[in-house]
């Protein structure tokens, strides 16, 4: 089990502890606003009822010597656009630089590529958020692009980072 990071089917039974490591500010402040602060139980049981219906979103728990750390998940793109999709991932604070999301990252891109097929696959990161930078460099995505001034958070304007990885086959 020592440091082993594995991707698995997201438990209605993570539930409580999904929200527990989710209702964390300086997680929120990372992503979308789909994503509060506080989150809630409601929050929570909101997004696992709708992965049941969005076929274009696929989630995985990250498990973390045998426990629930975090979601890591791939958005599916449409028309011109179905052979690419957005990463997106959080990760429960306890559990912060210890190389786990490194892992988890690479575990996804190797499944959109084998298995899904896909060519593309990228990733927004607001300006101020070094450690996820720094977690897609280290998966070999590059910086493709600044979208200046295109995230509004918190009331503050701030560049989006674009990085991309591109399936090498
Ligand atoms: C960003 C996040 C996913 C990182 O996960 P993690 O498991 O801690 O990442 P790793 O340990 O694999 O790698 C983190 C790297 O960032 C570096 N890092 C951490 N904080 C940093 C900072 N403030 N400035 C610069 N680098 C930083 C670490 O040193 C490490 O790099 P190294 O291996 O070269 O030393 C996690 O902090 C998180 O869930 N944050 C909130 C949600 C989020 O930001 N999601 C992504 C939105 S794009």
Redesign the pocket.
């Known amino acids: 089990m020592n440091g082993l990071v594995a991707l698995r089917k997201l438990h209605r039974n993570d539930l409580d502890r999904m929200v527990e490591l989710a209702n964390n500010e300086?997680?929120s402040v990372?992503?979308r606003d789909q994503f509060p602060h506080p989150y809630t139980r409601n929050d929570g049981t909101r997004f696992l009822k709708m992965l049941d219906s969005n076929d274009q979103l696929i989630v995985f728990a990250i498990d973390y010597e045998g426990e629930y750390a975090?979601n890591i998940g791939l958005v599916l793109e449409t028309d011109v656009y179905r052979k690419s999709a957005e990463i997106?991932?959080?990760?429960g604070e306890p559990?912060?630089?210890?190389?786990?999301?490194?892992?988890a990252v690479n575990l996804t891109v190797t499944h959109a590529f084998e298995s899904l097929k896909l060519i593309r696959i990228h990733?927004?990161?607001?300006e101020y958020?070094?450690?996820?930078q720094?977690?897609l460099q280290?998966c070999g995505f590059e910086k493709e692009g600044i979208f200046k001034k295109a995230i509004y958070k918190k009331g503050q304007i701030w560049d989006e980072i674009r990085y991309a990885k591109i399936n090498p086959i």
Do not use: D, E, H, P
């Open positions: 300086k997680i990372n992503l975090g997106g991932y959080f990760l559990y912060w630089n210890k190389g786990i999301m490194t892992k990733c927004g990161v607001y958020n070094k450690a996820s720094r977690v280290k």
